[in-house]
């Protein structure tokens, strides 16, 4: 599924339950796919981020952003990218481009930057075996 | 809001996030309503759940039931009752009840059994602070 | 993944927005997975629900009970088994296995009732075309 | 509840289902929350947001932002401030501060961009009974 340790690509098909009256895909629920997408590419790089939970290290979204291109519908098969942007001492900026092969469309585009944290929110160094790209 | 220390009856008003495609409040979200209704119903007691977790005591929902008999829209103002049906050592049932007002239809019923655990999941005894019926 | 039109199994994996504060796949969320097995086993059977809505036809949750037996935490790979049980002129009985292959436990079992509607709610004979077990 | 029909406050109390399992309110939950302070704004000004709908007028989320600065918990009552900050022939941007009076902290800051579609999401004109700041 990764194409490379720093851009990961899964694949996402939408629930019946993230879908609004309008049929489309709520705005709300891209931020659980987007999380995912965080999720395998830290898999990819060889960490389950529940591990790093386990061991008193997380991460918490301090700031989003995102633009909403196209509806998105119940059942759709998508492709989630997602990549780091930008890594400091305690925080990391991540990219995300949701897309629906079937008919080419670009769905959303985002953009988060975490803070990393300890069990009581205090912002600690971001652990050395997480991969810098 | 409360009527009695034994059943209570909170307004809830559905969101647009909670309605599906067919216009219809999804029937996962039922069960998030019946929780605040337990909270509620705690409250009118005396007791705050989220003190009780502080202190160690959980609640587990081991089974549940449901009949939905209407559906409920985007904005509708609901009532939801609340109510202990059973209570032993170390399980309570529930049973609920959403009706809207507005037309006077039952939109569902429910019950629920939960079990006490401490945090790591071992069954223990009800505190003797939460009310009896 | 399907081993017959009769039965399905599906992979889950539990999503972080899905875990509540104990740290276990909340039981409103269970709900959100059956669906997702009626999706895909109606999609082994050449039936997409997609399409289904599309012409009119709609199933409805009427009744539903689950018993939860161990928690399902973020990250667990679990395996959704769905298989029809009974099927009238306008309703179909599912039930519902989720296990966690890594050591074997059974998460939760469940049952559902749908009833066969129009757009407006009325019931309505289901399909022919739909597979009868 | 409303100050004014330019700016709206509401209460909103944090769901046990709407926390994750850090034990803080999970960031993809602001935007629902967000959406009730719309829904409210519209209703102070006269206008159901369910009844545009029913006319085939429908806003949609182009675009959002977000900071988050402090973890909002279970059963925490928060109050949400939602204003229009500007308005456009077919779009309409909204900010939002979510705090919580308990401890005077600000929990998060956000903005929208909606457009007004119609039915089949074409951009069509803010109707002319929609209040302009």
Do not use: N
């Not at 993230?18 to 995912?36: I, K, T």
């Not at 960490?47 to 952003?65: K, Q, T």
């Not at 930008?86 to 988060?112: C, F, N, Q, S």
């Amino acid at each position: 599924m990764a194409e490379s340790i720093d851009r990961i690509e899964i694949p996402i098909r939408v629930r019946y339950a993230e879908v609004d009256p309008m049929g489309a895909l709520h705005h709300s629920r891209f931020w659980v796919y987007f999380e995912m997408g965080r999720t395998e590419l830290l898999r990819s790089q060889g960490v389950a981020y529940a591990d790093l939970e386990r061991e008193g290290v997380f991460f918490v979204v301090a700031r989003c952003s995102a633009r909403y291109k196209a509806a998105a519908r119940y059942d759709d098969e998508l492709i989630l990218a997602t990549w780091v942007t930008k890594m400091g001492a305690a925080r990391i900026d991540h990219a995300y481009e949701l897309r629906r092969p079937a008919d080419g469309r670009r769905i959303a585009t985002a953009e988060t930057t975490l803070g990393c944290v300890d069990r009581e929110g205090r912002i600690i160094a971001i652990p050395s075996f997480i991969h810098r790209p």
